[in-house]
């Protein structure tokens, strides 16, 4: 009940307050000495020795789709993505825009950017040269886009929406890497 409780934070548009409550709560952030073992083991049931597949023994694997795993994966879209990226525009044609919710903690210090895989197979980065959150009144949005297709062809366009053909392109997993550029 946690999980849907912070998805509906975000939802709701209280980003600060989601971030605020996370801490204490999502595995991420939790204290391996309180939560029992290290946050790497955030596994939903652990292969035993019984199992007829020896080389399986050990692993851990998180059920598909139980309740705190698709809040989670909600919750993991809506940050890297925002609350609804892929949307028709005026003359019904689908558009995606990038207007992630992202503290300006997680991004990294040294580099400062923020990366993810869409669709498992797309590198998306987030350049954010000032540290700041992509959230609120005083947060950073998509100044532009660099898409980069497999043959290292790019294409940058100004803003932070695609057109449909593009946005085509990353539903359809043609592209290699989207870098998305924070101001």
Aim: net charge positive.
């Amino acid at each position: 009940m946690e999980y849907k409780y912070f998805l509906e934070l975000l939802r709701c548009g209280l980003t600060k307050e989601f971030f605020a409550e996370i801490h204490g709560a999502l595995v991420p952030f939790l204290d391996p000495l309180t939560y029992g073992r290290s946050i790497l083991q955030n596994s939903s049931f652990i292969v035993s020795s019984a199992h007829e597949d020896k080389n399986l023994l050990g692993q851990g694997f998180v059920a598909r789709l139980s309740g705190s795993t698709a809040e989670v994966l909600h919750i993991w879209l809506v940050m890297n993505m925002g609350l609804n990226p892929f949307v028709l525009d005026d003359q019904n044609r689908l558009t995606l825009r990038f207007n992630p919710l992202l503290p300006s903690w997680l991004f990294t210090k040294a580099a400062r950017t923020y990366s993810f895989k869409l669709f498992a197979k797309i590198m998306v980065t987030y350049h954010n040269p000032r540290l700041k959150d992509t959230f609120g009144p005083k947060g950073v949005k998509a100044q532009k886009i660099v898409l980069t297709y497999p043959d290292h062809k790019s294409i940058e366009i100004a803003g932070g929406v695609l057109g449909e053909s593009l946005s085509l392109d990353v539903r359809e997993g043609k592209l290699e890497s989207i870098d998305v550029y924070l101001n």
